[in-house]
């Protein structure tokens, strides 16, 4: 059965009606209706139930209809995955990533990109970092940037960047004189934090039961320069990469403290499904990325995971 014969039948299966489906195809009736006779008698079965003009696909037409679906989905990833080979400048690239990499590292990565290459589309959401997973896991994102490294398995990691995490206090704050503070130096104070389901998040939690106490937390938002804005009129402390020039920039009120603690680092990393073919377009945007990471001064090589 060719994609034309496939497009027919579940056309037909789905509407349940020659008269609906014909003109849908742009045949007349009676040429569908030998065409569905000739696939019946070849199959040596009825794949619906006659009720006036309606038709209803019976059991042996269910698991037909099943496999045709399946087998058009087959063809037209074929199709375009030929495509990509034969045209990978037009290729499309399903990028997620957290939204606190939104507002430097994607932009760089894309326009670096860009001028290397083709004028290859990007499909681009963001998300806090578990819905950024879940869309590379179930096929909805090509590639996700992340952090930390997600802990669900059938995921595909390379680290392509390390930030040096700080503590951020409002500028009349007892520690902002220091140079640099643990920690558990703050361990009394009030936090404001990203929502659990976050990458941030999961680094502040991480962090704090490593020095050995639980944050209190005064306020949980979805952007960090939210957090920023809140830490820089006094109504908490926060965990903030360090070298994020959103923040410092934009915030006059913020003191950001390096930290101490020997983990204070957040990194940031692709990940992918291993088992899954990429796209032309997709592997050479992926290739990049990495090969972009390797040329970072500091750039320590890592496991995949």
Known sequence: MGSDDLHWFITLAELERVGAAAERLHLTQPTLSRMLARLERRLGVHLFDRHGKRLTLNDFGRVYY???RRARAELEAAERELADLAHPAKGVVRLAFQHSLGA????????????????????????AADVVTAAVLDGRADLGLVSPKPAAPGLG????????????????????????V??????????????????????????????????RIGFECSNLGTIAGLVAVGLGVALLPLEDP???????????LPLTDSNALRTVGMI?????APSEAVRRF????????????????ASTG
């Open 272 to 276: 992918w499904v291993p088992g899954a």
């Open 157 to 180: 990691w390379r680290p392509l960047l390390r930030q040096q995490l700080a503590l951020a206090v409002p500028a009349d704050h007892r520690l902002a004189g220091r140079r640099q």
């Open 104 to 127: 430097r590292l994607v932009p760089e990565l894309i326009a670096g990109f860009r001028r290397r290459t083709g004028r290859i589309t990007f499909t681009l959401s963001q998300d």
């Open 246 to 256: 959103r923040i410092t920039g934009l915030q006059p009120g913020l003191t950001l």
């Open 66 to 68: 099943e496999h045709a």
């Open 182 to 215: 643990g920690l558990a130096d703050a361990a009394d104070a009030e936090f404001i934090a990203m929502h659990p389901g976050f990458g941030m998040r999961r680094v502040l939690d991480d962090l704090c039961a490593a020095a050995d106490f639980r944050p």
């Open 286 to 301: 992926r290739d990049f990325t990495l090969d972009w990471a390797a040329a970072r001064p500091g750039h320590q090589p």
